[in-house]
């Protein structure tokens, strides 16, 4: 690509939590534009794993909120991706790709969620209505918080 390279990722909950701020740093020192969103966040808040993912993207330089974005909703991540993205620049989807699905757990490990999702799918990528997963996300996430 001529112009910047956009990357939006995310690292999984319960997972090597060491690699994140890694994660950050390799995709800052490559990317123009670094996004990091959720991807399987199991019971882990997810608020934190973009943190530290930020934190390794700012150590290679980059600026949360110029170039560097923590968007805990992966439909809104890639939606930021696309609307930042200009002529000659490529975005790119890291992580998920043709899973069907972002995992999130209650208290128990029986209430394992699986939230729709496609990475692979680029009219679902680019389709600006995902009500039907934001309302899915949205009492996922509630039934967390009362944990």
């Not at 990722?9 to 701020?21: L, P, Q």
């Not at 966040?41 to 973009?50: A, H, P, Q």
């Not at 390794?56 to 991706?81: M, N, T, W």
Request: with cysteine; hydrophobic share 40%; charged share 35%.
């Amino acid at each position: 690509a001529k112009g910047r390279l956009i990357c939006v990722f995310g690292s999984a909950g319960r997972r090597d939590e060491a690699k994140r701020a890694a994660q950050g740093k390799i995709a800052g020192k490559w990317c123009d534009v670094v996004i990091a969103t959720e991807e399987d966040d199991r019971d882990i808040d997810g608020n934190m794993i973009l943190d530290q993912i930020a934190s390794g993207a700012v150590a290679s330089g980059k600026v949360v909120g110029k170039d560097a974005f923590k968007i805990l909703i992966r439909e809104e991540a890639v939606q930021k991706a696309i609307d930042i993205a200009q002529k000659g620049d490529l975005v790119i989807l890291l992580g998920k790709g043709h899973e069907k699905s972002i995992l999130y757990n209650g208290p128990k490990a029986a209430e394992l969620r699986h939230l729709p999702q496609n990475d692979s799918d680029p009219q679902r990528v680019l389709k600006r209505d995902y009500d039907e997963v934001m309302v899915a996300q949205k009492a996922i996430r509630q039934k967390l918080a009362k944990r």
